[in-house]
């Protein structure tokens, strides 16, 4: 190595040192204290910054490097981490009653002594147990059943809140804990196991599923389960997208000797750098314990996260080892669950929305009340099995219920409230729609309209057609498809391509100019390729990741119209019931008819990696599985190279895999490849191959 060479990966450390510690210092100021001192764009520049350099020089990226806030490489599954003090689970009250005997046991074993409460509280998230070494987050772990849980580290990396380093323990110039840590700088306790509650924010998990809607998937019902589900998600890139936050609240291991309370403990945690809600209160009394659970009943709603309740705990170190604790739960600490929030109000009607396949679902139209903060005036019943069982008739006086749920239910009907004269409630004869007959599921529960032509389901079906995750024709929205449906300018999809600008310009408050804007966005579509048309025909079962995998396997519509169901069952992702839907839905003369008139007005048939469908593709009638962390590309971009170049990818090994792409780290897939005598290929080979199947150097 030259002098010259080396003095520039000096320069590089030492920059790669300062933009970590930079970034770092960004987060906990945008993260912590809600003050970010640069806009969002400059913080992606020094993001930028640093990834290229850790591209560059791959011997400076650490685990505790800003960048793997984004994601280190997926695993195979979770390591099992086993917990040195068991994560307890806490005994719940529901009343103030059970509050007080709490008081009065824990008063008896500490004889008569009253002790000191904090009162804080309980996050509905997932627990989870943190442990550092020289001051790095060297491990987290779900509670699991307690004595052991999953090793989520990667997963943990990506809570921008969550400090991968610590910050010495400093005194806080503006925090009344001053005198608690003296004017000197002490180096965090080492080892240090702290535990907390990971959540996602309400705001964040709109921002997902507004996402979602528009790919045209079902929406996530509520933050805790997501945030279950995304603690869980192999591929920590994914669980980067998705905010997560943290509160710590507890300190397991590194307790220093002059802490004596559990309030200093906070404090503590708060001056290493980590997130711990500001909602904790100090309490002397039970009364008071009972004074501050009665406030926050209500004022949890102004929170953009969700509680379930309160946590007292003894506050005194001291008085928790006197208590101790039971096989399953400590005796020093209790949680107040708050009743599961309810309102009674009068169900005004039962309206009947038609979907895009005909299901006729009973939608309950309320007397506005207010519930949780918000102000509720609809609810969803579900179906009309579930109305007429429960008995929901309208004029009835309802129990509405938001427990953990963004939409809220209609738990129950109370019946001494009832009308004389409410009529029980029959399923709909006939779609209000259309007026056709209302037809009940053979399957399920759903009573269903089967007018193809009905104006509801068309309407349904062109705003689906038009969407962003399906043709992405826009300006094309609700109100207008309305019209066009109700003047009858439009029945399918196919009619859209038949309009002018003229015509549309007649419609209501749809002035030239954006008359002509429409038209072109329907024009542009006919370029959209086969997963997005697929989509966009609202085949029953056939999401987005279906309709893409159809494409990338048939290639054209003509191939996929031919398929068998044994062709259509070789598909990863679709099972027997998926494979019918779509050979029921090309076998309706209706259906081929809209395709051939989609045909005719000139759209595109073919997948986007038209490649795929040729014989002479490079990779054609290969099958390949990737495993492990690659270095040029994520394993989704590698999937997307294998098809662009005409090849198949699988997400198992068996004897019908031609190669396995192996990057670092690869687990069980590489044994299994070995023990089946599949070819592994590292990156590099792989790339060797592909040269040599497309005869040049270049792809
Ligand atoms: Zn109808």
Known sequence: MTKETKRDQNDLRGRH??????????????????APAISDGEYDALMRELIEIETACPELVSPESPSQRVGGAPSEGFATARHQIPMLSIDNTYNEAELRNFDARVRRALAGKQPRYVVELKIDGVSVSLRYEEGRLVRAATRGDGQQGDDITANARTIRSLPLRLRNIASDKNAADNELFGNHEDAPPNPLEVRGEVF?????????????????????????????????LLDPKQVAKRRLDVFLYDMVEGVPAHVSTHYEILALLRSMGFPVNP????????????????????????????????????????QRREL?????????????????????TRLRDITVQVGKSGALTPVAELEPVKLAG??????????????????????????????????????????????????PTMPPAKCPACGSEA???????????????????????????????????????PALIEQMVGRNLAKDPADLYALDAATLGGLERMAEKSARNIIEAIDKSRQQPLHRLLLGLGIRHVGARTAALLAAKFGTMDALM???????????????????????????????????RLRSAGLDFKAENTLAAKEDAPLHGLTFVVTGALESCTRDEMHERIQRLGGRFATSVSKKTDYVIAGANAGSKRDKAESLGVK???????QTLVDSLTGNNHE
């Open 324 to 344: 101790g604790a039971t096989s399953k739960a400590p005796r020093w600490v209790i949680a107040y669950k708050f009743p599961a929030e309810t309102a009674r």
């Open 279 to 318: 909602h904790h209160a100090r309490c002397d009394s039970i009364e008071d314990v009972l004074a501050v659970c009665g406030q926050w009943r209500q004022k949890r709603h102004a929170l953009d996260y969700e509680t379930d309740g309160m946590v007292i705990k003894v506050d005194a170190l001291e």
């Open 680 to 686: 592994i290929l590292t990156e590099k080979e792989f």
């Open 439 to 477: 037809h009940r599921d053979p399957e399920g529960v759903f009573y269903r309209c089967l007018n193809a032509a009905c104006p509801a389901q068309v309407k349904e079906r062109l705003e689906h057609f038009a969407s962003r995750a399906a043709m992405n024709i826009e300006g094309l929205g």
């Open 374 to 423: 918000t102000i509720v005036k609809r609810a969803t019943l579900h179906n009309f099995e579930e109305v007429m069982r429960k008995d929901f008739r309208v004029g009835d006086l309802v129990e509405v219920q938001k427990a953990g749920e963004i939409i809220p239910n209609v738990i129950r009907v109370i019946p001494e409230a009832r009308p004389d004269a409410a009529p």
């Open 200 to 232: 996602m924010k309400v705001s964040e998990l709109e921002r997902i599923n507004r996402d979602r809607e528009a790919q045209g998937l079902e929406p996530y019902r509520n933050p805790r389960n997501t945030t279950a589900g995304t603690l869980k």
């Open 17 to 34: 040192k300062r933009l970590c510690e930079e970034i770092e210092e960004h987060n906990r100021r945008y993260y912590l204290e809600a």
């Open 562 to 596: 031919r398929a068998t169901i044994e062709e259509l069952t070789d598909v990863e992702d679709v099972g027997d019931v998926v494979a019918a839907g779509i050979r029921d839905f090309f076998d309706v003369a209706e259906n081929r008819a809209l395709v051939e």
